[in-house]
């Protein structure tokens, strides 16, 4: 096998862990709250990209590319992660009542969680070979990178201090972000540049938002008072334990259904009941061996679990099938399960409480 296989995986992984390493040395990382933007980043993309998948079904037109339905479409959804960090910020109550530091952890792990799940996403055999577009692909990761974290933190400043710049620059930093990475390599293509220059400019032209972004960003953190407690309960046995139960779960359910012969539609319908119920027991059972758990953390656990059994699953594909996976394809599956065991976790809250 080359070893070039797995060259695009490691330079997504390079591209989240760079920015962490800088959040720890910098930022004194909370690392509870960190996971805990991750998490609200996977709740939105699950919510995103079922939602998206539903309507380019049901309106085929939305799906078609370079067009200003199918650009449209896609930026309004990038409200999802604006909606999805706004209520976690607002409802978890250790977001509540963290300092600033915890506030940019959180923001850290919406920006640099992404990267890490594509990372795992793209941990299949697909022969790679290093060159100037590998280079790229890492810059315009840590440029996103930096943009997530911007809007977040901005995102964050108004939930401490209720001024309207902050919310107004935070959810228009996103909103332009998604256009300009959906719109700019339309434009190129339409100028008929070289694929190399076209590259060199979309990745230059990222580079300088992201540091238009970071800019604003620090300046206005002076504007927010630093006030809070330290550092978030973490207990990484819960996460660890939702990573061990789910990729089991998961791999144990494929494996299964794969047996029972049914129609597309209910082997879908069994596998997110399973999933809906089994979450349910592992809380109890969980309930029953620590005094008090996480849903965070045991959320977090459960999403990187599915993805990574569903990577080990398409390593087996051929390469060419995967050459032809899109992002949305790629992501939908995980996405959908995910979403079975977040209800779940719902409904054994409900019913504790």
Same mark, same amino acid.
Request: charged share 15%.
């Given at each position: 096998?080359?070893?070039?296989? &797995?060259?695009?995986?490691l330079t997504l992984f390079a591209a989240g862990l760079v920015p962490l390493l800088l959040f720890v040395k910098k930022l004194h990382l909370d690392r509870g709250l960190f996971l805990t933007g991750w998490l609200s $980043?996977?709740?939105?993309?699950?919510?995103?990209?079922?939602? #998206?998948?539903?309507? $380019? @079904?049901? @309106?085929?037109?939305l799906s078609k590319p370079d067009t200003i339905q199918y650009v449209t479409t896609l930026a309004a959804l990038?409200?999802? /992660? !604006?909606?999805?960090? &706004?209520?976690?910020?607002?409802?978890?109550s250790n977001l509540r009542n963290a300092n600033l530091c915890g506030h940019l952890s959180f923001a850290a792990g919406f920006g640099i969680g992404e990267a890490f799940t594509l990372a795992i996403l793209s941990f299949l055999p697909v022969d790679i070979s290093p060159s100037l577009s590998t280079l790229m692909v890492l810059v315009e990761r840590l440029s996103l990178v930096v943009v997530q974290f911007g809007w977040v933190a901005l995102l964050a400043y108004y939930v401490r201090n209720r001024e309207a710049i902050n919310l107004s620059?935070? !959810?228009? @930093?996103? %909103?332009?972000?998604?256009?300009?990475?959906?719109?700019?390599?339309? %434009?190129?293509?339409? &100028?008929? #540049?070289s694929f190399?220059?076209?590259?060199? =400019? @979309?990745?230059?032209?990222?580079?300088?938002?992201?540091?238009? !972004?970071?800019?604003?960003?620090? =300046?206005?953190?002076?504007?927010?008072?630093?006030?809070?407690?330290?550092?978030?309960?973490?207990?990484?046995?819960?996460?660890?334990?939702?990573?061990?139960?789910?990729?089991?779960?998961? %791999?144990?359910?494929?494996?299964?259904?794969?047996?029972?012969?049914?129609?597309?539609? #209910? /082997?879908?319908?069994?596998? %997110?009941?399973?999933?809906?119920?089994?979450?349910?027991?592992?809380?109890?059972?969980?309930? $029953?061996?620590?005094?008090?758990?996480?849903?965070?953390?045991?959320?977090l656990g459960a999403f990187i679990g599915i993805l990574l059994s569903y990577t080990f699953r398409l390593s087996f594909a051929q390469e060419v099938l995967l050459q032809r996976l899109t992002l949305q394809a790629i992501l939908l599956p995980p996405a959908v399960t995910f979403l079975a065991v977040l209800a779940g976790i719902v409904l054994w809250r409900s019913a504790r409480h």
């Open positions: 096998m080359s070893g070039m296989y &797995y060259l695009n995986s $980043w996977a709740c939105a993309i699950s919510s995103k990209m079922v939602l #998206l998948s539903a309507l $380019w @079904f049901g @309106f085929p037109l990038e409200l999802l /992660e !604006v909606l999805s960090a &706004y209520i976690f910020l607002t409802k978890n620059l935070g !959810v228009f @930093f996103k %909103l332009f972000s998604s256009i300009l990475t959906l719109v700019m390599p339309i %434009l190129l293509y339409l &100028y008929d #540049l190399e220059i076209s590259t060199i =400019i @979309f990745v230059a032209t990222l580079v300088a938002y992201a540091s238009i !972004v970071l800019l604003i960003v620090l =300046i206005l953190r002076r504007r927010v008072e630093d006030r809070g407690s330290g550092l978030a309960p973490f207990d990484s046995r819960h996460c660890f334990a939702g990573i061990v139960s789910f990729l089991s779960l998961a %791999l144990i359910v494929e494996i299964s259904i794969s047996y029972l012969h049914l129609t597309r539609t #209910l /082997e879908t319908i069994t596998r %997110l009941l399973v999933f809906v119920m089994t979450t349910i027991v592992l809380l109890e059972l969980f309930s $029953w061996t620590a005094k008090r758990i996480e849903m965070a953390e045991i959320a």
